[in-house]
């Protein structure tokens, strides 16, 4: 099972990027999947996550309306949009895939992920 991350780099304030994440290994369809990060010194936290169908979605207070997370079944792709990027931002960025046998259902929850990505280096200055 291999999870793959990109998309990180270096932005200003105010900018944009798209995280992006392949998985290998797994049915996808069958997984819902989340994004986390862990900024330096800081514990990893939940940034949102998305069901199985791609029907439920959800966000951390810090990033809604934001950041888009989305889905693609058939390329096994999961994305994160990110919008109006803040320095409190910067942090390495997970993917993580949480098999589930519920369509409407994801988790805010690290333990609850099975698999996790190596992580991508997001960093925003001011």
């Known amino acids: 099972v291999q999870l793959q991350a990109s998309g990180g780099g270096w932005v200003q304030t105010g900018g944009s990027l798209r995280l992006s994440c392949v998985a290998s290994?797994?049915?996808?369809?069958?997984?819902?999947m989340g994004w986390f990060r862990q900024a330096p010194g800081k514990e990893r936290e939940f940034v949102a996550a998305i069901s199985r169908s791609g029907g439920s979605i959800g966000y951390a207070d810090s990033v809604k309306g934001r950041f888009t997370i989305s889905r693609d079944n058939v390329k096994n792709t999961v994305y994160l949009q990110m919008n109006s990027l803040k320095p409190e931002d910067t942090a390495v960025y997970y993917c993580?895939?949480?098999?589930?046998?519920?369509?409407?259902?994801?988790?805010?929850?690290?333990?609850?992920?099975?698999?996790w990505g190596q992580g991508t280096q997001v960093t925003v200055s001011s």
């Open positions: 290994g797994i049915t996808f369809s069958t997984y819902a």
């Open positions: 993580a895939a949480d098999l589930t046998t519920r369509t409407y259902v994801y988790s805010a929850v690290e333990y609850e992920y099975d698999f």
